[in-house]
């Protein structure tokens, strides 16, 4: 594993506690960094702060904006400065033709993945113009870009997040703050548990590398699109899908 310079930097991470959020978290620190660990669940956002050491656990809903902001000033407090925001919480809502699904299942899923990632970074990005620096990478989906059938709210959400990182990233092109998205193909994680079988199986039948991706694959990406090294890409949308993508 090659190591990316993150040195002395501080990182959110949202849904840290677990899955694609932990495997970043544990790359960043890896790479010299700190990790605000940004969670609703207590019990594991405070297991991934003693698994990654340079860390701090600040519990929480994503949804709820005056919680974040007290997430924010908490986190201010603990490390003095917040130089990279990972948008990595979500959830699936489960699996059925659109005219099937709950419509408070469908409005529960935008809210978590494509709302809760608009509230934090509209609390955290000033913090970063006023530093003139910052890198925002979302963790969107390639159900994004291609629309999974029986997943339509998932799929709205994370084309959502795309089209909501394309606009930031042109708001924010002169500012020294970067932000980018990533398009995984499905990871195997604890959101396998929402999905049917069924749904699985169609999933891995669509990426000609004829598996899923890995989290430190991810998490690998992730680290670089947060580093200075990625100095000259802003807005941008970048696949990992074992070959899926069509575009």
């Keep these: 594993m090659n190591r990316i310079d993150l040195?002395?930097?501080?990182?959110?991470v949202t849904g840290a506690a677990r899955g694609i959020g932990l495997a970043i978290a544990?790359?960043?620190?890896a790479s010299g960094g700190a990790v605000a660990v940004w969670d609703m669940d207590r019990p594991a956002a405070e297991e991934a702060v003693r698994v990654l050491g340079r860390a701090s656990a600040h519990v929480l809903d994503l949804?709820?904006?005056a919680?974040?902001?007290a997430a924010l000033g908490a986190t201010q407090a603990a490390h003095r400065r917040i130089d990279i925001?990972?948008?990595?919480?979500?959830i699936t809502g489960g699996n059925a033709p659109s005219w099937e699904l709950p419509v408070a299942e469908w409005k529960r899923v935008v809210e978590v993945n494509l709302i809760a990632p608009y509230l934090v970074t509209r609390a955290v990005v000033p913090v970063m113009i006023a530093a003139?620096?910052?890198?925002?990478?979302?963790?969107?989906s390639i159900a994004g870009k291609e629309g999974n059938p029986n997943a339509s709210h998932y799929s709205?959400?994370?084309?959502?997040?795309i089209g909501f990182t394309k606009s930031l990233g042109k708001e924010l092109a002169k500012t020294g703050v970067l932000a980018n998205c990533i398009t995984p193909a499905a990871a195997e994680t604890d959101l396998f548990r929402q999905m049917t079988e069924q749904q699985i199986a169609w999933m891995r039948s669509k990426i000609p590398m004829d598996r899923f991706v890995t989290v430190e694959e991810i998490a690998a990406l992730a680290c670089w699109l947060s580093s200075e090294e990625c100095?000259?890409?802003?807005?941008g949308v970048f696949d990992i899908s074992g070959g899926r993508a069509t575009y």
């Design 7 to 12: 040195e002395g930097r501080v990182a959110i």
């Design 26 to 29: 544990k790359r960043i620190v």
């Design 63 to 65: 949804t709820d904006e």
């Design 67 to 69: 919680a974040i902001g």
């Design 85 to 90: 925001l990972v948008n990595n919480a979500g």
């Design 132 to 140: 003139g620096y910052g890198r925002v990478v979302n963790i969107a």
């Design 156 to 161: 709205a959400s994370k084309a959502g997040l």
């Design 231 to 235: 100095s000259f890409t802003t807005g």
